[in-house]
């Protein structure tokens, strides 16, 4: 069994929601907060190196969901197993729910997933997840509180080979009322390279928990992508939150008359 790294590096179970009663506007998801491997999965044929890679989860991701949830009074629903076991960002037909191979590295442990196996790991990991998020959302929508959905990812720099430049990305599909005064934001700051759908883009089935919890609500959306030698230590988690909170704090609906998503915000910090 692999424990995830970290005193605020993963929830406790199968799912931790955090601030479950915060009144801010914005709910806070991050689908791969964690690399922890439950009992009776073994490291999935994998070494500790694997298992502390991108493809097991996304480092420090929850520390700056953790991080803004707190600064923003706002609830985070935080999936607490690896997405090597079950991807919580994705559909149950994907092929990607149980990779058998993550970026190129082979996964022993799921090569042959039975059919009953897939549905235990269903249960117990990715129900529970998407599950809270709905409980939560009803009972605020029902309270009549603003409701936007925010889920917080991190990339690996470098993939298959390919230097990925952006220091950032805000993913979104045709929804883009929090996206653009968010892109718009972040390029303001000098010498920040931001992806706009990159490195990835919904048409590359990373938008699940968004289109399942959002979109089919109508609620205002957008993915934060961090690149992950960004995010590596405190002192960055901690500033990265910072400037995303003080953008979210006073950001606007693309359709809000009289946007103020100029508001100052404070330095992009570098990576460590």
Request: proline share 7%; hydrophobic share 40%.
């Amino acid at each position: 069994m692999n424990t995830a790294q970290g005193a605020e590096s993963a929830p406790a179970g199968s799912v931790g929601v955090f601030n479950a009663e915060g009144r801010g506007r914005i709910v806070f998801a991050c689908d791969h907060a964690s690399n922890f491997l439950p009992e009776g999965y073994g490291t999935l044929g994998l070494g500790n190196d694997d298992l502390s890679r991108h493809i097991a989860w996304d480092p420090g991701a929850f520390p700056v969901a953790r991080a803004m949830s707190a600064a923003l009074d706002a609830p985070l629903v935080a999936a607490g197993t690896s997405r090597l076991v079950i991807d919580c960002n994705r559909p149950l037909d994907a092929p990607d729910l149980i990779p058998a191979i993550s970026e190129t590295t082979r996964i022993p442990g799921n090569a042959a997933v039975s059919a009953a196996e897939k549905a235990r790991r269903i249960a117990e990991s990715h129900a529970p997840f998407h599950n809270a998020i709905d409980a939560l959302i009803e009972r605020r929508l029902n309270a009549g509180v603003e409701t936007w959905v925010v889920s917080v990812h991190s990339f690996t720099p470098v993939y298959k080979g390919r230097h990925r430049p952006w220091k950032i990305g805000i993913i979104h599909d045709d929804d883009a009322r929090i996206a653009q005064p968010l892109i718009r934001s972040l390029q303001r700051q000098p010498g920040l390279t931001v992806g706009v759908n990159e490195p990835y883009s919904p048409a590359d089935r990373v938008y699940y928990t968004l289109e399942r919890h959002a979109r089919a609500r109508g609620l205002p959306c957008a993915m934060i992508e961090i690149r992950n030698d960004e995010i590596a230590a405190d002192a960055a988690q901690r500033k990265w939150a910072d400037v995303l909170t003080a953008i979210l704090s006073d950001l606007e609906p693309e359709e809000a008359k009289g946007s103020r998503s100029s508001a100052s915000v404070q330095s992009i910090p570098s990576a460590s």
